[in-house]
């Protein structure tokens, strides 16, 4: 499978002490890491915005959960289909996928101008961040040999 090209081979000098990962290696970890953060963020950041949200796009009080459930069930339902797809294309390649959709849905729900806009641009989040989120530990896993990196890069 394509596994063997998300790997990075290791620098034969060391960066940290000890250490015989290069230094594109820990950036590709901090990238990893920083698309870990959104998706999470994305889930629950948004319960701050809803009253403006309801306000400006004509939300009812109801119909407001609908903002969080969009992404919730998207991310949810298509998790195992984005790991899935991680294997298959590359998790390298699912990871900057996921993440460029994200980005863009992200994009599209900040210029939603009514609530299914938002709605939509909502699902789309959560399909990039289901293709995103179960990479990251695949990467690392293969980016970093098992020792004192791996169990730093993870934790």
Request: aromatic share 6%; hydrophobic share 50%.
């Amino acid at each position: 499978m394509s596994q063997t090209t998300d790997r990075v081979a290791p620098a034969t000098g060391s960066d940290t002490a000890g250490s015989t990962i290069d230094r594109r290696t820990w950036i590709g970890l901090v990238v990893v890491v920083a698309s870990q953060l959104m998706v999470i963020l994305d889930g629950t950041i948004v319960t701050v915005a809803l009253p403006r949200i309801r306000d400006d796009l004509g939300f009812s009080e109801v119909s407001q959960s609908w903002v969080m459930n969009a992404y919730v069930l998207a991310v949810g339902g298509l998790l195992l289909l984005g790991g899935r797809l991680g294997d298959l294309i590359g998790r390298r390649r699912a990871l900057l996928y996921g993440i460029a959709l994200f980005t863009a849905a992200s994009l599209l729900g900040g210029l939603a101008t009514s609530a299914w806009m938002l709605l939509i641009a909502r699902v789309l989040q959560g399909v990039g961040a289901a293709l995103a989120a179960p990479t990251a530990l695949g990467l690392i896993v293969a980016n970093f040999p098992p020792g004192p990196d791996r169990a730093r890069a993870i934790s």
